[in-house]
C-alpha cells in the first residue's frame, strides 16, 4: 500500500519527532531553575547554595493571621505548609492579597527565614464563584 | 480526494454553510455576550474582573485547538502530499494566531486587576507567546516562500515542530511553579468553575467556534479561488 517514498517520510518524521521530544525534554529539564516563576520556601529551606541578596522571587500561601500592619511596612508569612518564610514589605498591595490566599514577592533574601520584597503579586487560585455561594459555605464551615 | 476539490461542489457547500453560519451567528452572540455580560454573577474575589475569562478562555482553547489541527493535518500532508490539506492549514493558521493573540492580551488586561502586574514570564505565558510565534512563522513561511512546493514542506515541518509546544502549554501549571493558576475545568475531574459561570463560557466557546468557522471557511474559499486563477495563469 503505502510506497517507499512514504515509508521514508513516515521514518523521517518519526525520527525527527523522537529525536526533537528528547532534546526539548533535556532542555527544559536542565533550565528548570529559571523556570520556575517562583520558590516555595522549601525549595530555600533546602537549597545548599542559595544566593543570599540576589534578586528572586518566592511564592506560597500568606499564613492565617499572620499579616501585621504598621506604618512603615507590611509583614507577613509565606507558608507552603512545611516550612515558612517571613516577609516584610512596604508598599501598596494587589487588591485579591490576603490571608490564606496565594501570593509572590519579589525581593532579596536576607536569611533563610527573612524575606525582603519590593513587589507583592497575589496569584489567583483556579476556583471561581459567585459571592453569594461564598457567604453560605462560610457559613457552613462556621 | 479530487471529488472534495471538485469546485463546483464544494464551493456550493462552502457558500450554504457560511450563509448558515451567517444566520444564526449574531443571534447565538447576543444570546452568550447577555450571559457573559449581565445575566451571570461577579466572583467573590475578583468581582467584574471574572468576566474577561470567558473571553480569555475560549480563546486560549481555540489558540491550542488551532494548532493541534495544523499540526495534525502538516503531518498528514508531509506524508502523504495531499494539495488540499495545505489549503486547509493555510486557511486555519491566521485565526488562531487571531485567538492566541486574544488569549495574552485578555490575559494580560485580567492579569493587572488580579496578580497586579501586566505581565509575568511565567512558564504558562511564555509557552503562549512561543505559540503564537510558531503561527508567525508557518504564515511567514507561506508568505516569503515563493515555490509552493518548498513553501508547503517548510510550513508543514514547522508546524509538526510547534506541536511540541502543545503539551508544554497544557501541563506548564502542573509541572513548574507558575504566577498562571492551574486549569479550572478538566474534563476527567473536578471543575472549579461554578456552573452560573460556567454556561457563559461554554456559550462563548460554541460562538468564537463559529466565529472560527466561518472566517476559516471564507479564507478556503479565497484559497481555492487563488489556485484557480493560476491554473488558469497557466493555460
Redesign the interface.
Known amino acids: 500500500m503505502l510506497t517507499k517514498k512514504v515509508q521514508k517520510r513516515v521514518s523521517f518524521l518519526s525520527l525527527l519527532l523522537i529525536s526533537l521530544v528528547i532534546a526539548v525534554f533535556f532542555i527544559l529539564k536542565s533550565l528548570t531553575n529559571n523556570i520556575l516563576y517562583f520558590k516555595s520556601p522549601t525549595d530555600i529551606q533546602l537549597n545548599q547554595d542559595i544566593v543570599l541578596s540576589k534578586k528572586m522571587r518566592v511564592g506560597g500561601m500568606v499564613k492565617k493571621n499572620s499579616i501585621n500592619i504598621n506604618d512603615k511596612a507590611i509583614n507577613f508569612i509565606i507558608t507552603d505548609f512545611k516550612n515558612e518564610l517571613f516577609v516584610s514589605y512596604s508598599g501598596t498591595v494587589p487588591n485579591l492579597f490576603s490571608e490564606g490566599k496565594g501570593v509572590v514577592a519579589e525581593g532579596i533574601l536576607k536569611d533563610k527565614n527573612f524575606f525582603i520584597a519590593d513587589r507583592i503579586l497575589a496569584k489567583h487560585d483556579e476556583k471561581y464563584m459567585p459571592p453569594e455561594l461564598k457567604n453560605i459555605i462560610k457559613k457552613n464551615v462556621k | 480526494m479530487f471529488d472534495l476539490i471538485n469546485p463546483s461542489k464544494i464551493f456550493y457547500w462552502i457558500e450554504k454553510l457560511i450563509n448558515f453560519i451567517n444566520s444564526i451567528f449574531f443571534i447565538i452572540l447576543i444570546i452568550a455576550m447577555t450571559f457573559a455580560l449581565v445575566l451571570s ?6 468581582g467584574d474582573s ?1 468576566r474577561i ?1 470567558y473571553v480569555h478562555v475560549p480563546s486560549a482553547w481555540i489558540g491550542l485547538l488551532s494548532f493541534t489541527c495544523l499540526a495534525f493535518l502538516s ?1 498528514l500532508s ?3 502530499k495531499i494539495k488540499n490539506l495545505n489549503l486547509i492549514t493555510k486557511s486555519i493558521a491566521p485565526i488562531g494566531l487571531m485567538f492566541t493573540c486574544l488569549a495574552v492580551l485578555t490575559g494580560s488586561l485580567w492579569g493587572q ?5 501586566w505581565w ?4 504558562r505565558i511564555t509557552s503562549m507567546v512561543i505559540l503564537a510565534l510558531f503561527y508567525v512563522l508557518f504564515i511567514l513561511a507561506h508568505k516569503l516562500i515563493e515555490d509552493e512546493y518548498k513553501a508547503n514542506k517548510i510550513s508543514s515541518l514547522i508546524a ?2 510547534g506541536a ?1 509546544n502543545i503539551p ?1 502549554i497544557k501541563y506548564s501549571v502542573d509541572w ?4 498562571h ?4 475545568i478538566n474534563v476527567y475531574g473536578d471543575s ?3 456552573s ?2 460556567l454556561l457563559p463560557l461554554m456559550l462563548m466557546l460554541f460562538v468564537l467556534l463559529l466565529y472560527c468557522a466561518l472566517i476559516f471557511l471564507m479564507k478556503y474559499k479565497t484559497e481555492i479561488i487563488r489556485i484557480k486563477k493560476k491554473n488558469i495563469k497557466r493555460l
Request: aromatic share 18%; no cysteine.
Open positions: 454573577p461577579p466572583d467573590y474575589l475578583q471574572v475569562m503531518i508531509f506524508i502523504f486587576p488580579t496578580w497586579g502586574t509575568a514570564w511565567d512558564a509538526i515542530i511540541i508544554i513548574w511553579n507558575t504566577l493558576q492551574p486549569s479550572s472549579y468553575v461554578h452560573s459561570m
